[in-house]
Nanobody, 113 residues
Framework: QVQLVESGGGLVQPGGSLRLSCAAS????????MAWYRQAPGKQRELVAS???????NYANSVNGRFTISRDNAKNTVYLQMNSLKPEDTAVYYC???????WGQGTQVTVSS
């Protein structure tokens, strides 16, 4: 059974940091480009960052230079280090394998003073 389990969200002040984790089933982790998406209230889900099996990364312009995606192949886990957080980063963050039908349950990130 394929599973994606996100964790690490929470409430943080502007300028703060959070680290999200996504523990994935081995099959999806080995087969797909892994990615973080986010969805804010009233907005469409958007791609935040992605990482290939070889470690190549890609970022949305809005987070480039502030967020870092990484993967630990031994632990089948993908991370999203989020620094210099802004109120507009507030959203539910989801983990997925791009092109797969599998999504995690999401983790809420709220940036507010």
């Amino acid at each position: 059974q394929v599973q994606l389990v996100e964790s690490g969200g929470g409430l943080v002040q502007p300028g703060g940091s959070l680290r999200l984790s996504c523990a994935a089933s081995g099959s999806i982790f080995r087969m797909y480009v892994m990615a973080w998406y986010r969805q804010a209230p009233g907005k469409q889900r958007e791609l935040v960052a992605s990482i290939t099996t070889g470690g190549s990364t890609n970022y949305a312009n809005s987070v480039n230079g502030r967020f870092t995606i990484s993967r630990d192949n031994a632990k089948n886990t993908v991370y999203l280090q989020m620094n210099s957080l802004k109120p507009e980063d507030t959203a539910v963050y989801y983990c997925t394998g791009i092109g797969s039908p599998y999504w995690g349950q999401g983790t809420q990130v709220t940036v507010s003073s």
